[in-house]
């Protein structure tokens, strides 16, 4: 009577969503199966990777080594691709803290986007867009809206 035989397949793994640690071990266990002998579709098969990556990731190792397998650091750098400096955002920051609408000149209040972009316009001839992002680290500390009623709002950063 013939035996039963189990095959053993791992589901496909998202690498986004798996910790930098698993993702390190994933590609030595690609390049250590490589090494055993074993083909790119089986090691990919058993890993829950693509066939591709494990391709790549092969080829990287064979053109530099170690080095090249290793996890770099993800996303943009801090301060990279920036429209205006960290002096500037201190000095709009500066501006909406300290001033009052009327003391910039505006017939609006200071904490909506566009009058924060014309703000931005004004001081340093930069067209941008201003997102929810860089509203809250524009706008950090509270200030007092001149009010004609008795008591000032504080109004804070949402």
Do not use: W
Request: charged share 30%.
């Amino acid at each position: 009577m013939p035996g039963i035989c189990y095959v053993f397949v791992m589901e496909k793994v998202d690498g986004r969503k798996v910790t930098k640690e698993v993702q390190q071990a994933l590609r030595g266990q690609v390049i250590r199966s490589r090494k055993q002998g074993k083909k790119n579709k089986d090691v990919a098969e058993f890993l829950g990777i693509s066939p591709q990556h494990s391709s790549t990731l092969r080829q990287k190792y064979l053109q530099g080594g170690k080095k090249e397998i290793i996890l770099g650091t993800r996303g943009r750098r801090h301060g990279e691709k920036r429209t205006l400096t960290e002096e500037q955002e201190h000095h709009i920051q500066k501006l909406i803290a300290d001033k009052t609408p009327d003391q910039l000149r505006f017939p609006f209040a200071l904490r909506t986007r566009d009058a924060v972009r014309e703000l931005i316009g004004r001081q340093y001839k930069i067209t941008m867009p201003i997102t929810r992002s860089f509203m809250k680290t524009l706008v950090k500390r509270p200030y007092r809206v001149k009010s004609y009623f008795r008591h000032p709002k504080v109004v804070y950063a949402q």
